[in-house]
């Protein structure tokens, strides 16, 4: 399998719920996603993505 390279600038943006994800920056971001302030290659946002100590949508408030 091939491994995807992308140098375009990227976001991580997050949802109301917590969950992470990696956006094109040229791009507008869908209706309740919000960026984070972290920008980056795609690989050095799935890197940040990966380090960061978050809980995930599983642990999230039953009230969202």
Avoid: K
């Amino acid at each position: 399998m091939a491994r995807f390279s992308d140098e375009r600038l990227h976001r991580i943006v997050r949802n109301e719920v917590g969950r992470l994800a990696v956006w094109p920056n040229e791009r507008d971001l869908p209706r309740g996603w919000q960026p984070t302030g972290v920008r980056g290659s795609y690989d050095e946002c799935i890197r940040h993505i990966g380090s960061e100590d978050d809980p995930g949508p599983e642990h999230a408030s039953p009230n969202m």
